[in-house]
């Protein structure tokens, strides 16, 4: 109950169960980056589920970045709920396996996300509904795709541009997450975006 104030917390690599995350985050109402990346090459440790979703979509209004890394029992709809209910979220990092529809889906659900990492899952993106799915963002989300560089150029001028301009503000974000600073100025891109 003594850190009500914090607004960044990275448990990677725990051993927790969805009620601990419920119980944590009952007492964190100004959390806006959450690190609960699991054991990439452990499968047979806890992961949460989707009800670790239900707690983070009602509890963390102002949340701005996510990882939900290598969880293997939570679902595209712990995350579409996640999506719904977190306004403020600008980058997600996840192991669910999407299918590029299903990607296009959560990317309308949450128009303000800058950054989607499904990890390594996006190489069962069909190319070119990643270029539309991109066209139809303006550009404005930058995915964890390997195979986009080759379809950039089929991206309208102004997209191409939009989608440089983000993946140049991640590299600085992702440079300086540990600034408290950088945090602030989220908020206020944030702010002025919305």
């Not at 699991?38 to 979703?53: E, V, W």
């Not at 309308?108 to 996300?113: L, R, T, V």
């Not at 995915?143 to 939009?162: G, I, Y």
């Amino acid at each position: 109950a003594g850190c009500t104030k914090l607004v960044k917390l990275e448990l990677i690599h725990h051993d927790l169960y969805d009620s601990d995350v419920g119980v944590m985050l009952h007492h964190l109402p100004h959390i806006r980056c959450l690190n609960l990346q699991n054991h990439g090459c452990m499968p047979d440790k806890r992961t949460l589920t989707d009800k670790s979703c239900e707690y983070i979509a009602s509890k963390c209004p102002r949340l701005q970045t996510l990882n939900l890394m290598h969880h293997g029992n939570i679902t595209i709809r712990g995350i579409r709920q996640v999506l719904q209910n977190c306004p403020h979220l600008r980058e997600i990092h996840c192991t669910v396996p999407l299918q590029s529809q299903e990607l296009k889906e959560l990317l309308q659900i949450a128009p303000n996300i800058v950054y989607f990492n499904d990890c390594g899952h996006s190489l069962t993106w069909a190319v070119d509904l990643v270029a539309e799915i991109i066209e139809e963002t303006g550009g404005r989300t930058v995915l964890s795709c390997n195979l986009l560089e080759m379809e950039k150029e089929t991206l309208s001028q102004q997209a191409q541009d939009e989608y440089q301009r983000n993946e140049n503000l991640l590299k600085d974000i992702t440079a300086e997450r540990d600034d408290p600073n950088v945090i602030n100025e989220w908020e206020e891109f944030i702010e002025y975006t919305l």
